[in-house]
């Protein structure tokens, strides 16, 4: 199994659409979770940690489902800015703070 | 503008030359990582520095040689390497666990 996994879409969806992503990864004692974007040829960037009470930034929500080892991005009103793949990122529980990466979910927002 | 700073931003080399990639933090982060992504592959962790020590090494081979001289510089020195090798090869730094990751810029590495 790998260690975040990730539907790698692409999720193609019209202006003002909303849209979800989901992720899932093995070690039950990961202890932080992000959503970084990363549009096409440039680094990867965050765009919100993901709390265990679920947060919100914005038209962004991101929850995160401990019991099932579930993590989930929502993206509301979408916009043609928001084009981009979305990775899944996991902290492995070790004290070098080392982050694991999902493939990433590609979303193309159409007008 | 990022706080951390990759040079150069594309290298093509042979398989026999020898070259450094170099990244630089004004961040104040005790961490350093290099990361190499290739097409239609999540993100590999290489390395992972903490207080200018390595504290992993993620099976990586013997031709990619990183080197930590202050928390602020991080290099990898090439060498011998292989087609496949070719990359995007990106520097993060991080205040340490439970942090995330600011990346550089990466480099684009080519082996012809």
């Known amino acids: 199994r790998k260690e975040v996994e990730q539907d790698p879409g692409p999720f193609n969806v019209p202006e003002g659409a909303t849209v979800a992503f989901n992720c899932t990864y093995s070690n039950s004692a990961s202890q932080s979770f992000f959503w970084y974007r990363q549009d096409c040829r440039k680094e990867p960037k965050l765009l919100m940690s993901?709390?265990?009470s679920g947060n919100e930034d914005g038209r962004f929500t991101a929850q995160l489902n401990r019991a099932s080892q579930y993590i989930s991005l929502l993206i509301r009103d979408s916009k043609l800015s928001d084009s981009a793949t979305y990775l899944c990122?996991?902290?492995?529980?070790?004290?070098?703070?080392?982050?694991?990466f999902g493939q990433g979910t590609t979303l193309q927002v159409k007008p | 503008e990022t706080g951390v700073t990759q040079t150069p931003r594309h290298l093509v080399m042979g398989m026999t030359n020898k070259k450094s990639l170099k990244c630089e933090q004004h961040?104040?982060?005790?961490?350093m990582y290099w990361y190499k992504q290739s097409a239609k592959k999540p993100l590999e962790l290489m390395f992972v520095?903490?207080?200018?020590?390595?504290?992993e090494n993620n099976s990586v081979p013997s031709r990619f040689s990183p080197e930590c001289p202050n928390s602020s510089h991080l290099f990898l020195h090439l060498h011998t390497l292989q087609p496949e090798d070719s990359a995007l090869y990106l520097c993060a730094s991080s205040r340490g666990q439970n942090y995330g990751y600011t990346f550089g810029s990466g480099t684009r590495l080519t082996v012809v």
């Open positions: 993901v709390y265990s």
């Open positions: 990122v996991v902290n492995m529980a070790s004290n070098t703070g080392k982050l694991i």
């Open positions: 520095y903490n207080f200018k020590e390595q504290t």
């Open positions: 961040l104040g982060h005790n961490a």
